[in-house]
């Protein structure tokens, strides 16, 4: 079964500056999706960032990027020149592209605080 | 452009009660999926469906049913409520199964 831990349940960083957010999985799997979802106080989960196993290359967002290390098995996101906007929990997360076992899988998840 | 619609967005229910959700995908969306998330806890999936029949299931429980109408729509039945069924419930759609999925607003339940 796969699984997702992310060891920081909670960072605060002032504004502007950059904050890299950790995760790790395990998995058998050689192609899957990996996700960073942002939810904010109004609770709805925004997708962030996605990255497929099989691309060696980062994915990019504007300030948004990851840093995925696969024989490591670790996906970390790296936001920079942070803004108060960004203050939410973060949660990573795993996504096998089967037919029939599509159903993501959440880590615990990382509230992020933007201090002014 | 279009999101996932959720009704009702909140809903307090007593404990014994029915509830039931609602999830409108996407159009163009035939796999719709729904999770749920309890308190201060990351979401769950509880179970999905494509092309209007069962796809996969996971944690839900037996009390818990669901199905997905011709027009896509999916419905998520909630009986004999429990203190312990007050989560956030999200419904996400995707194109297809094993692609990317999105996310409704979700319905906040409260048992009392």
């Known amino acids: 079964a796969q699984t997702v831990t992310q060891s920081q349940p909670e960072m605060s960083v002032q504004e502007a500056e950059t904050v890299t957010l950790s995760c790790t999985y395990d998995?058998?799997?050689?192609?899957?999706?990996l996700f960073w979802y942002k939810q904010p106080p109004s609770r709805q989960m925004i997708l962030v960032i996605r990255q497929e196993a099989y691309k060696q290359q980062n994915a990019t967002e504007n300030r948004f990027s990851v840093n995925f290390q696969k024989a490591a098995k670790s996906f970390s996101l790296k936001i920079s020149d942070s803004q108060l906007g960004d203050t939410a929990m973060y949660f990573c997360?795993?996504?096998?592209?089967?037919?029939?076992?599509?159903?993501?899988?959440f880590g615990k998840g990382t509230r992020l605080h933007i201090l002014p | 452009a279009a999101g996932v619609i959720q009704s009702p967005r909140h809903l307090i229910k007593e404990k014994r009660e029915t509830a039931t959700l609602k999830c409108y995908p996407i159009p163009r969306h035939d796999t719709v999926y729904w999770y749920q998330q309890g308190p201060g806890q990351d979401p769950q999936f509880l179970i999905s469906?494509?092309?209007?029949?069962?796809?996969d299931k996971g944690s839900i429980p037996d009390r818990f049913s669901a199905q997905q109408f011709s027009d896509y729509h999916s419905e998520l039945n909630m009986s004999s409520l429990e203190l312990g069924d007050s989560a956030l419930y999200f419904c996400?759609?995707?194109?297809?199964?094993?692609?990317?999925?999105?996310f409704g607003p979700g319905t906040r339940l409260t048992v009392t």
């Open positions: 996400a759609s995707s194109r297809d199964r094993g692609y990317e999925q999105y």
């Open positions: 469906f494509y092309e209007k029949m069962q796809s």
């Open positions: 997360a795993f996504m096998k592209p089967l037919n029939r076992d599509d159903k993501i899988i």
């Open positions: 998995t058998s799997e050689s192609n899957y999706y």
